[in-house]
């Protein structure tokens, strides 16, 4: 393979950074901030939090050691059990809809505020979250945050059929006005559909493009179960077709151990192009952000890498807004006149 160098230009790569969140993202943002509110479930303690036990056992089935996820493949395979599913259904959306961020910076804050608008995040995860950091994040730059991509639906997002339009619940289409339907949540079956729903296609679009003309690829809580071999083969047949593969890194943050994470991710790591860290703080992305793949390709493409620039922690939005700030007004200078990115720390004084 002859690999293609991403366009660069005064320091500055074109080419996406791709991030995919699974439910260990949430669940390390929902820590990190003190774990206030309802607890948020993984897969494996699923049917507890949403007290779904009770019910399930009424149904006549044994819920001691059950696996959610192998349990509600043979409910969808099946047309028995038809009210049960429907329950589990409607308090899964109920629970997650419930959700809020605190009003001190999160995880996701910080993650919005790391890409550009060339980027992108791609979600498998119901709750509200990302979208909620993403809304209230929009005062430092409405252009200048990356795209996402809800592979599963989300509780937070709705669509617009008609006009093939997504938005917020409880919003209107900007186009005829007619109030966004709730996106479809795909719940944990072998064989999810990724084609039919116009929304969720559209998703997959995104992201396969992204990964396709990729340059870094974060993979952040996200262990690509037994059931999403269908989200797999869609991701990883792209990311195989991209030109520069060769030069291309991927971080995984995970808390499994090492060992662990190259057997689950290895089709997609390219000799030894890859990283393995248990927080998302100590990743490439959060040590260089905004600047994740123009600094990585520095180091390797030019051999003159850059120092970290990592984020601070704040206690308030607008902190952590103010020290962006510079960081927008560095890229909206290199488009009005060309002034090449510096490189070095917008704020040196907190370089470790």
Not at 50 to 79: M, P, V
Not at 298 to 315: I, K, Q
Not at 319 to 336: D, T
């Amino acid at each position: 393979m002859s690999p293609t160098i991403p366009q660069q230009d005064k320091n500055v790569n074109f080419a996406p950074h791709v991030v995919l969140l699974g439910a260990g993202a949430s669940i390390a943002a929902f820590r990190d901030w003190g774990s206030l509110g309802p607890p948020l479930p993984s897969m494996q303690d699923l049917i507890d939090c949403l007290e779904l036990r009770e019910e399930i056992e009424g149904h006549g089935h044994k819920a001691t050691d059950l696996n959610f996820e192998d349990f509600y493949d043979d409910l969808a395979s099946s047309d028995a059990n038809g009210d049960l599913r429907e329950f589990i259904e409607r308090r899964t959306y109920e629970y997650f809809s419930a959700m809020k961020l605190p009003p001190t910076p999160t995880i996701y804050d910080y993650l919005i505020l790391s890409l550009r608008e060339k980027d992108i995040i791609a979600t498998f995860n119901w709750d509200p979250f990302l979208l909620q950091a993403y809304m209230r994040n929009e005062v430092v730059s409405m252009t200048r945050r990356p795209r996402i991509a809800f592979l599963h639906g989300n509780v937070l997002v709705g669509s617009c059929a008609k006009d093939r339009v997504a938005g917020v619940v409880g919003h209107a289409c900007i186009k005829c006005g007619n109030p966004f339907m709730p996106s479809q949540l795909l719940y944990p079956v072998k064989q999810k559909d990724y084609t039919t729903d116009e929304f969720i296609k559209g998703e997959w679009d995104a992201l396969r493009w992204h990964l396709k003309h990729g340059y870094y690829l974060t993979v952040f809580g996200y262990s690509a179960p037994k059931t999403d071999v269908e989200a797999r083969k869609l991701m990883l047949e792209v990311w195989q077709e991209n030109k520069s593969l060769e030069l291309c890194e991927v971080d995984v943050v995970d808390v499994k151990s090492d060992e662990e994470v190259e057997e689950a991710w290895r089709e997609f790591f390219y000799s030894h192009h890859y990283g393995i860290t248990n927080s998302i703080w100590d990743s490439y992305l959060f040590k260089h952000p905004r600047r994740s793949c123009d600094a990585f390709a520095s180091a390797t493409l030019m051999l003159d890498p850059w120092r970290n620039n990592p984020f601070p922690r704040f206690n308030t939005l607008s902190e952590l807004h103010s020290w962006v700030e510079p960081l927008i007004a560095e890229e909206a200078a290199y488009e009005e006149s060309g002034e090449t990115f510096s490189g070095k720390p917008i704020w040196p004084n907190i370089e470790p």
